[in-house]
Every structure is written in C-alpha cells, then in structure tokens.
C-alpha cells in the first residue's frame, strides 16, 4: 500500500496552535506581566493547555493535565515547552491575569473610544444615518423604590428599510454608528453564539473563581476563531460542527489539515480503483 499523501510531520493540533504568533503571545505577556510569579509554566504553554481543554472536550483540571502528561515527549511540534501538573494549571487559572488572552482582541477591535462631547456631535454622523445620541436618565422601579438608571439613546434611520430605530445602550465609548450596525446585524451575532455553544460548550468549568472561569470562556472563543480561519482558507465546503469533530478526533493524528480537508476521498479512491484492477487482471 502506498503512503498517505497526507501524512504530515506536524499533527493537526500542531498546525491549529501555528496559526498564532508567538511574537504576539510575548508581547501580551510582557505588557501584562504574566510571567511574573511562573518560572516554568510561561503564557504561551497556559494558552495552549487550554485550548487543548476546548479542543479536547475537557471536563476537569485532571483530565487536562493526564491528557497531556500522557502526550511527554511528543509537544514539540505543538512548541509546548513546559506539561502541566493539575495544581501547576489550577494556580495559573487563578492568578494569571485573563487579560493577556485578550490581547489580540482589544488591539483588533473595529471600534475606538470617544468622549461624550465628540460623541454628541451628530453632524459627523449624518452620513452614516445617525439621527440622534444622547444619554439619558431612565427611572427604574426596583424593590427598594426607584433607581435611576444612565443610558445612551441612538437614533437610527436604516435608508434600505426605510424605518427609524432607537436603541438603548449601556456602551458609552463606543461610536453611534457601530451601535446601529451592532443591532442590526444582532442576528448574526445569535447564529455566532449558537455556533459557539454547540462545538464547544461550557457545560463544566474547570476551576470555580472568576479568572479561572474568564481564561476558560477566552480560549474556547480562541478555538472556535481558529477553527473559522481554517474553514475560509479551505475551498471545500464543510460544514463547521464537521470541521471541529475531525479536528478532535484526528488532534494529534498527523494529517496535513488543508490538504486532506480538501480532498478528503483522494488516497480512498485510489485504493479502489487499485482493488478493482486486481479482480480485473
């Protein structure tokens, strides 16, 4: 039998973990100081852990480390440098900072931060069918009486549906139009959610304080991102819940990912066709 023209030297996970620089994962760390109380454990081997944890289908802090303890010898093409002990993953849950795994995000992000008054200033915003934003003080009843509560109001006149909406918002610094847009593309933003939970749910946390719980919820939106690079590089349609399942029963198979994915029959159908020409001759 002839080999696999999809064997490759770096198993799927591998090539999952190589779609992120490792040049942004140390500036995240130096700027968030995450390395300061671990010697060994550094960020990058935390993200990866835990995006072994998403990919995995991990329930507990134990079936995380003995996965991965059981992988000794066999992370360097996933460039893990340091295997967690379940004590060594519980105290970096809970004491490094979740901040430095959203790094790329924030410094990403589509929106900027405006004060109050540059806000206001809906002429500049015109063209963009902002009517109106204003923050306004809205009475809340509540079982001790009533609340004020502070909101921001946009005014939004949609030019295709011809119709005028008004959100409430608590986003301050954001700008008005972003907000109208955010609304209204809101169900796209359910289809992301319901993508989300269905391929990798959080039915169970692995660690019970709030940090813990944020670096968990940031790392499996991190997997279900490199899971979305992988299904626009491929010219192949498949569906999303098809590509999460393959990706966690062949992690640490050594498949090349894009190739196979995209001609997943080839080396079947050859084997075949060889079969049928021995019945044949």
């Known amino acids: 039998m002839d080999k696999s023209k999809h064997f490759f030297g770096n198993s799927v996970f591998g090539q999952l973990i190589s ?18 109380d671990f010697k060994r454990f550094k960020t990058k081997d935390h993200l990866i852990s835990m995006l072994f944890c998403a990919f995995a289908k991990c329930t507990s802090l134990r079936e995380v480390s003995g996965a991965m303890l059981g992988l000794s010898g066999k992370t360097k093409h996933f460039k893990l440098e340091s295997i ?32 109050v008054s540059e806000i206001n ?11 109106e934003d204003v923050i306004i003080d809205l009475t809340v009843k509540d079982k001790t009486g009533n609340s ?8 939004f006149y949609d030019r295709i549906l011809k119709r005028t909406f008004e959100f409430l918002t608590n986003m301050f610094e954001m700008r008005p139009d972003l907000i109208a847009a955010i609304y209204k593309l809101r169900w796209q933003i359910e289809l992301l959610f319901k993508q989300f939970k269905q391929n990798f749910p959080l039915k169970y946390f692995i660690g019970d304080n709030e940090n813990a719980i944020k670096i968990q ?56 066709l060889k079969s049928e020409q021995l ?3």
Request: hydrophobic share 45%; proline share 2%; aromatic share 12%.
């Open 84 to 115: 967690p002990y379940r004590s060594t993953l519980s105290d970096a849950n809970m004491r490094r900072s979740s901040d430095v795994f959203l790094y790329h995000i924030k410094n990403n992000t589509v929106y900027a931060a405006y004060n």
């Open 217 to 272: 919820i940031y790392c499996a939106l991190i997997a279900n991102l490199l899971m979305t690079v992988i299904q626009k590089m491929l010219k192949r349609s498949w569906a999303f819940s098809n590509l999460v399942s393959f990706c966690k029963i062949h992690l640490f198979n050594y498949i090349h990912l894009l190739r196979f994915l995209e001609n997943p029959d080839k080396d079947w159908t050859k084997e075949i």
């Open 279 to 281: 019945v044949l001759f």
């Open 19 to 36: 779609l992120i620089d490792t040049e942004f994962i140390s500036q995240a760390a130096l700027k968030h100081r995450s390395e300061h």
């Open 121 to 131: 200033k809906i002429e500049d915003n015109m063209h963009s069918g902002v009517l």
């Open 148 to 155: 004020i509560l502070k909101l921001r109001k946009v005014k």
